[in-house]
């Protein structure tokens, strides 16, 4: 059983800084892109940051020179620095991850439980 497990979040001050964390458990054959998703109350899901297994980010526009994603191989893990956060930067953050079991299975989507980031003062 493949788990994907979030750290991290809170409440933080306009112009603050926090950090995710994310940790993918179980049986587990590779890997492939991880990345951070986030929901505002009434709005979709929507994509914040992702970074493939060689190191390839891509970033929303909204977040690209605050927010850094990074990712340890070897520990299953990826993170998301977010710098000089605004409110609207205020949601529910979700995990991601592609991974496939078996070398012979598909590759498939993992989410986590999600974590709330809320930047107000």
């Known amino acids: ?9 809170g409440l933080v001050q306009p112009g603050g ?14 890997i492939t892109t991880m990345g951070w998703y986030r ?43 977010m710098n000089s956060l605004k409110p609207e930067d205020t949601a529910v953050y979700y995990c991601n991850a592609y991974i496939r079991i078996r070398p012979t299975d598909d590759v498939r989507d993992y989410w986590g439980q999600g974590t709330q980031v809320t ?3």
């Open 1 to 9: 059983q493949v788990q994907l497990v979030e750290s991290g979040g």
């Open 39 to 81: 929901q505002a109350p009434g709005k979709q899901r929507e994509l914040v940051a992702r970074i493939t297994s060689g190191g390839t980010t891509n970033y929303a526009d909204s977040v690209k020179g605050r927010f850094t994603i990074s990712r340890d191989n070897a520990k299953n893990t990826v993170c998301l620095q």
């Open 119 to 121: 930047v107000s003062s």
């Open 17 to 30: 800084s926090l950090g995710l964390s994310c940790a993918a458990s179980g049986s587990i054959f590779s």
